[in-house]
């Protein structure tokens, strides 16, 4: 991972952790709870502060386009990014965390260089509903003669991410008369909901080379005493460029030659690989020693969780009514978690308007005792209602924080609290350490939701907590098994019964993704899913209802499937491939060259039991050779077998790995090869007719 570097900054300002994708509300005076939202609702965190903290200047928008230089026009190409379409000449981007509502303003200019980059004329600016909006948008384009088309079309809006009840909308446009050689440049507000903080991020890295960029932040300052402090932390910054704090305390940073950002299959969080300046507001940072730092978070959110959970007397009469005393302790600990996975989770509702939640009035819950007795809670709640359970049931259990990995990686050295940002519980049970997350639904007993897994965290206690690392489950935990039973006819054509059959994560989240689609939506989406797998145009048919609501029994759809010619005329004989519904492996890890570590959510493993029936009269020619590919962490098995007029295909591909660098990304593609060799193995048959196939 890139290096990186921390500063303190003598100026106070209001409170931000520079996770862009955490999903808690906090207010700066009373930081008591952290609410749970998935961090795939890809929502920014605010710091909620008073009206009267605030001063009541109005943002300052662009005041028009910057001049165009002879020398801008002439260029047809970058030396430092050879056979770019595009480049950007020129970013700015300019915070002000002052005033009714935080603003930043960006400019954007591109140089088109080739046909494929004007595709760049469609521009797309992605926010957050609610959060904030894009305002004072302005764009042009500059033609190779230097003559300017000013941009006076229309502005849309669309949704680009809706899940959880969250939208992540873009404003979009497209420029008009884009030529290659010629310019194009645009401009917005992002304006931040009224008397909130934001966090803030420079992000450098685009996908496209940019020749320069400017960036400033204004921090946020109040008349009154303020107890927040700014720092920020940086990674991967271009030779030259280093943030820096001025005489009238803004932050500003230039930087040049700044390559492009590489989009990569199965690559880590691209928040951890691109060059970026994330900046941090944080409440009395009194120590700059990571173990110092830690120590106080740890005890702040001790105590907050200690008196969320501490209701014993409530929670003993409520596991009364859960377990019997004779149950096995394993028996207890799974009792208690079904029945808190029965809570209603308002996580994973569809959100209220700010209309309907100001007449429901509903306020917080201020303890376990409370939330047991509404009968819902919000995921982290539920989290800790468990927590509460355990303990009064007479367990040894610890309440803990980690650091969800899917947008982020933690590095405790960083000192950003806001990273640890998922609760899950730690059972001590037979001297083992077993972790749980109910509040994280259709998570099955036993298992993390993937992005809990194999990650650090802090476990509470009343002396600042110890650095845990969460469990990382087997290949086998999450499985999807395809069993088919399928005949062949004296076409080609093969057709019959699927069953497929997902466990673990490979289950929890596909009920997840369709928890409030209907019948039909979800007959589509498993569909689907099954002619993705086939490398050819299939017929697939949904014939079972699966069931969607439960969170232990596997995920079991069932299927009528035909795939038409998928036996091919070779002179007097018949081909048939080995691998039917193997397409997802023959796009992986084709490139020759590799950026970026390889990068896996979860290990999950995928078997195949295929039975084919031969027409009458046909016969079985030849079979390949078996495979059984070990690479311990990856391993490829397949076999087929000759059982007097039915083929046998077996084939098992398993990952038990998270991430690896790229040094072993080249014995990873000749595996993946050998796989896609493997998988185009041909059984070679013998028609019964010379016009069997015909």
């Known amino acids: 991972m890139p290096a990186r570097r921390t500063f303190l900054s003598v100026p106070a300002a209001c409170s931000v952790p520079a996770s862009g994708n955490a999903a808690a509300v906090i207010h700066p005076l009373n930081q008591q709870f952290f609410r749970r939202v998935p961090v795939s609702c890809l929502c920014k965190l605010a710091v909620v502060v008073s009206l009267a903290m605030w001063t009541c200047a109005i943002p300052q928008a662009w005041a028009g386009f910057q001049p165009v230089s002879p020398e801008e026009l002439k260029i047809t190409s970058e030396p430092l990014a050879p056979g770019a379409a595009a480049i950007i000449l020129y970013r700015q981007v300019d915070r002000d965390d002052n005033g009714k509502t935080s603003h930043e303003d960006t400019y954007v200019r591109i140089k088109i260089l080739t046909e494929e980059g004007r595709k760049y004329a469609d521009v797309e600016i992605p926010f957050l509903k609610r959060s904030e909006d894009v305002v004072n948008i302005g764009a042009r384009t500059i033609k190779p003669d230097g003559s300017i088309v000013n941009f006076d079309g229309k502005v849309f809006e669309k949704t680009i991410v809706k899940a959880k009840g969250v939208k992540y909308l873009a404003k979009t446009f497209t420029l008009p008369d884009v030529q290659v050689g010629g ?27 940019t020749k320069r960029a400017q960036f400033s932040l204004k921090p946020y300052k109040s008349s009154f005493e303020n107890p927040f402090r700014l720092r920020w932390t940086w990674q991967s910054l271009p030779p030259g460029a280093e943030p820096k704090e001025g005489p009238d305390h803004v932050v500003r940073m230039e930087a040049r030659n700044i390559p492009a950002f590489q989009t990569e299959d199965f690559m880590p969080p691209a928040n951890e690989l691109k060059s970026r300046v994330d900046f941090i507001y944080e409440e009395d940072f009194t120590g700059l020693e990571p173990d110092q730092f830690w120590k106080r978070i740890g005890k702040k959110r001790n105590g907050a969780l200690e008196d969320f959970v501490g209701k014993r007397k409530a929670m003993e009469e409520a596991v009364a009514q859960i377990v019997s005393p004779n149950d096995p302790p394993e028996v207890k600990l799974r009792k208690i978690y079904d029945r808190v996975q029965k809570i209603r989770n308002t996580t994973y509702e569809l959100r209220k308007t700010e209309q309907e939640e100001k007449r429901a009035k509903e306020k917080t819950a ?46 405790p050295q960083t000192m950003q609290s806001e990273k640890l940002n998922a609760n899950v519980v730690l059972v001590r049970l037979n001297g083992k350490d077993l972790y749980f997350d109910p509040g994280a639904a259709f998570t099955p007993y036993g298992l993390l939701t993937w992005s809990e897994t194999g990650t650090k965290g802090l476990r509470l206690d009343k002396d600042g907590g110890t650095w845990i690392q969460t469990t990382l489950p087997a290949s086998s935990d999450s499985a999807i098994a395809r069993n088919a039973k399928l005949k062949l006819s004296d076409t ?26 209907d019948e039909t939506e979800r007959k589509k989406f498993l569909e689907e899913q099954i002619k993705e797998m086939v490398p050819v145009a299939s017929e697939v048919d949904l014939t079972n209802k699966p069931d969607w609501s439960s969170t232990e029994p596997p995920l079991v759809a069932e299927f009528d499937i035909k795939i038409p010619g998928w036996a091919s005329n070779a002179g007097k004989r ?34 195949d039991d295929v039975t084919i029936e031969l027409p009458p009269g046909w016969h079985v020619s030849s079979v390949p050779n078996p495979q059984n590919q070990d690479g311990h962490v990856v391993v490829y098995k397949f076999k087929v077998e000759d059982l007097n007029g039915t083929l046998h295909v077996t084939r098992t591909l398993s990952f038990d790995v998270l991430i690896l660098e790229q040094k072993y990304y080249t014995a990873l593609r000749k595996f993946f090869q050998v796989v896609r060799t493997g998988d185009d193995e041909q059984i070679v048959l013998q028609p019964g007719t010379a016009s069997a196939l015909n």
């Open 183 to 209: 310019i194009i440049e645009y401009y917005y507000t992002d304006d931040f909901r009224e008397f909130a903080l934001f966090d803030s991020h420079w992000i450098l890295s685009d996908e496209l080379f």
């Open 574 to 607: 018949a081909m048939v491939p080995v691998g039917i519904f193997t397409a997802a492996e023959k796009r992986v890890f084709e490139h020759a060259d590799r950026v970026h570590p390889v990068y896996f959510e979860y290990p999950y493993s995928k078997t």
């Open 366 to 411: 201020s303890n376990v005792e409370e939330i047991w007795k509404r009968g819902y809670g919000d995921g982290m709640q539920l989290t800790w209602l468990y927590l509460a359970l355990a303990r009064a049931a007479g367990f040894e259990a610890y309440g803990c924080w980690v650091s969800d990995r899917r947008n982020y990686f933690f590095f």
């Open 492 to 517: 080609g054509d093969l057709e019959g019964k699927l069953t497929i059959t997902y466990t673990g994560l490979e289950a929890m989240y596909r009920r997840l993704e369709n928890r409030n689609a």
